[in-house]
């Protein structure tokens, strides 16, 4: 293929289901020209509590292989679960540049005053140790409190935004952060900036809550480079779900302009 049919082809995003819609904010923020692909398995969602390793991967292989079989010029993968198992295992034989999210290190050792960095992230996510130990490698004097939060996801994805429980939720979640006396707290799950607010308002502007979704759009920006990234043409997003898709429409007027999106169902290749 050309390069400027390549650099005209979307960009890929996937999640396992509407948290990757908060990395899409910023990837149409920064990257206006751009047309991108978004996949959400709600269906299966979600990935991080019980599911294992190996089927989280057989997961992932099947929305990459059916957006590689659309035709993508960059993979984004909008969840930090996914991210875990590293951008090399999500290659399937495609040759095109994979992002995973963001760490956000050096935001978080330039936010923090006191070192104490809390970490609120899925089961999965935080069994994996890699947020604790690239923040220790960059700054073995910082302290990390790790909090697996199970009921989130079910809870943003069940849209329980003003329920008793979320409140409860975030509450006992937020304990472990009070205990430690964290003052930052990294959103290492693509879904919690839907309640991001909610959190802020429980901690009382005791800590600075820091998403790692700007970060992981500046990664994109620089593995397109400049011989890939569009600089004119209007951008588009077309955002598919496999199952839900009024849901998803539901949860992206939180975070997009749905002028600039379309929405639709799809059935992910088999394996
Ligand atoms: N949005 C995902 C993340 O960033 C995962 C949620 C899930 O499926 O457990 O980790």
Same mark, same amino acid.
């Given at each position: 293929m050309k390069e400027n049919d390549v650099k005209n082809l979307p960009i890929g995003v996937i999640d396992s289901?509407?948290?990757?819609l908060s990395v899409l904010k910023w990837l149409q923020e920064k990257m206006p020209h751009e047309k991108f692909v978004y996949i959400g398995d709600t269906a299966r &969602?979600?990935?991080?509590?019980?599911? *294992?390793e190996d089927e989280i991967y057989g997961f992932s292989a099947q929305m990459v292989m059916t957006l590689g079989k659309k035709g993508i010029k960059a993979l984004v993968v909008a969840c930090n679960t996914i991210s875990m198992l590293g951008k090399?295992?999500?290659?399937?034989g495609y040759d095109f540049p994979i992002i995973t999210m963001s760490k956000g290190v050096n935001l978080l050792l330039s936010t923090s005053k006191n070192k104490q960095i809390g970490i609120f992230a899925t089961p999965f996510t935080i069994s994996k140790e890699l947020h604790r130990k690239e923040i220790l490698e960059a700054d073995p004097e910082a302290k990390v409190t790790t909090v697996a939060c199970p009921d989130f996801v079910p809870l943003i994805e069940g849209e329980k935004f003003d329920s008793l429980k979320l409140r409860v939720t975030i509450g006992k979640y937020c304990q472990e952060l009070r205990k430690n006396n964290c003052d930052t707290l990294l959103l290492? &799950? *693509?879904?919690y900036p839907f309640i991001r607010k909610e959190i802020e308002r429980e901690m009382q502007g005791a800590l600075t809550v820091v998403d790692p979704a700007e970060q992981t759009a500046m990664d994109v920006i620089e593995a397109l480079g400049k011989d890939l990234l569009k600089d004119t043409g209007e951008g588009k997003s077309i955002i598919c779900g496999t199952s839900n898709v009024s849901k998803i429409r539901r949860l992206a007027e939180k975070m997009l302009d749905l002028k600039k999106c379309e929405f639709m169902e799809i059935k992910l290749v088999d394996l």
């Open positions: 289901g509407v948290g990757g &969602c979600p990935y991080g509590n019980a599911h *294992t090399d295992s999500m290659r399937f290492a &799950c *693509t879904h």
